[in-house]
């Protein structure tokens, strides 16, 4: 079933509102997947906040039109899905990675952020991002750390008194 001319403009605005929101995205070939592994990515999708669609190619390549994925435009051939992650960018190169373990046939073409498309390969780069609070937390452990240094290094002196003292009240004891 072929769709209408207004069907096709709100697939291209829809996609192309996501895209322009988006911060990163992966398109994938998923020849082989049946229904029911569809719509269990399609639950996974749902699940961590990521958007995904099987788009046509032409209505793919008019929807990034003018969005910073532009430049996947050249690479969409095939019967692809478009994961876009806005929140999160690694969201939707995880869950495709996850996936893909499990289910062979969904298979990364191209991956795309910062403007630039990427080969499938770099995909794990990113997956294997950080999230929002993990970077956080990263980074309060990098503030963190002089600190606790500081605060170890002016307690030292102390602790070495205190070992001498015990080291000699043992050694009087034994004696």
Not at 23 to 43: H, K, N, P, S, W
Not at 136 to 157: D, H, N
């Amino acid at each position: 079933m072929s769709l209408t001319l207004k069907e096709k403009q709100a697939v291209v605005s829809e996609v192309n509102e996501v895209a322009a929101n988006s911060q990163t995205a992966v398109a994938a070939e998923y020849i082989g997947l049946t229904v029911a592994q569809m719509t269990d990515l399609r639950a996974k999708a749902r699940a961590s906040g990521v958007f995904l669609r099987v788009v046509k190619n032409t209505l793919a390549r008019r929807a990034v039109e003018g969005t910073s994925f532009e430049c996947l435009k050249d690479s969409l051939t095939g019967p692809l899905l478009l994961v876009f992650s806005g929140e999160d960018p690694g969201a939707g190169a995880r869950l495709v990675r996850d996936f893909s373990k499990d289910n062979a046939k969904l298979v990364t073409k191209v991956v795309a952020f910062a403007g630039e498309a990427r080969p499938a390969e770099d995909l794990t780069l990113l997956a294997n991002m950080p999230t929002l609070d993990s970077a956080r937390a990263q980074l309060l452990g990098v503030l963190k750390a002089p600190q606790t240094k500081l605060v170890r290094t002016l307690a030292e002196p102390a602790g070495q008194v205190v070992r001498v003292l015990a080291a000699y009240r043992d050694a009087q004891q034994s004696a």
